[in-house]
């Protein structure tokens, strides 16, 4: 959906509230924001996911890596964030299950899951049955749960830049023990960073957003939106 000028305003509105909230450390005025002020309101899970709390996140990752929040701080926000996505995922309406199975998991090392749980949440609430490894999953353990459920895509989530080579590890490993049967999908700011990272591995899939995701995982999958 194309957002008018209006609705832009309305979400960049709640999302300086959101992200003021997270440096205060305020749970409960951030929980406020985006469910009594967004969700209730009528402004759809998708939205708040990808233009407040993705976005504020994004905010925060970025004073972060400018030395302006301390790593206290950034942890706080975090926790923040993972609170009021645990609130729209109880309230949020799901699609009728699809019959596509997905896992979604962070990549050996990495210990940022917020964006790799953005990911997961919104396919979950699109319909496919998701499971959510969560953060720093060892590639073996990882092949594991592919080999116990042969899922039809795997997303794999890095945020930090070092941790490329676990991404380029668990997808060549992945490719050797399940060929095409499985299609991956990678992302996180990690893939942003190593500009030849997408290139070399050639995944299934990439997006620049959950949504944006959850609309190409259903083309590829061969699912009706």
């Not at 923040?80 to 109880?90: D, K």
């Not at 459920?149 to 997303?155: C, E």
């Not at 676990?166 to 999908?185: C, L």
Request: proline residues 2%; glycine residues 8%; contains cysteine.
């Amino acid at each position: 959906m194309t957002l008018t000028a209006p609705r832009r305003s309305d979400l960049a509105d709640l999302q300086a509230r959101y992200l003021a909230a997270q440096l205060r450390g305020d749970r409960r005025e951030a929980v406020r924001v985006v469910v009594a002020d967004g969700l209730d309101r009528g402004v759809s899970l998708d939205e708040l996911i990808e233009h407040v709390v993705g976005s504020a996140q994004r905010e925060i990752g970025r004073l972060w890596e400018r030395n302006e929040l301390g790593v206290a701080d950034e942890h706080m926000a975090t926790a923040i964030s993972n609170l009021v996505l645990a609130q729209l995922y109880e309230r949020a309406a799901a699609a009728e299950r699809n019959g596509k199975d997905v896992v979604v998991a962070c990549v050996e090392g990495e210990l940022h899951d917020l964006p790799a749980r953005l990911v997961a949440d919104a396919l979950d609430v699109a319909g496919f049955d998701v499971r959510f490894l969560g953060a720093n999953v060892p590639t073996d353990a990882l092949l594991a749960v592919l080999a116990a459920r042969r899922p039809d895509l795997v997303a794999l989530s890095a945020t930090m830049s070092f941790h490329s080579g676990s991404v380029r590890d668990a997808v060549s490993r992945i490719r050797a023990e399940h060929g095409g049967a499985i299609a991956i999908a990678v992302g996180g700011a990690a893939c942003d960073w190593d500009g030849v990272l997408v290139a070399d591995l050639q995944p299934d899939l990439t997006a620049e957003s959950a949504r944006e995701l959850v609309a190409r995982a259903r083309r590829l999958l061969g699912v009706e939106s």
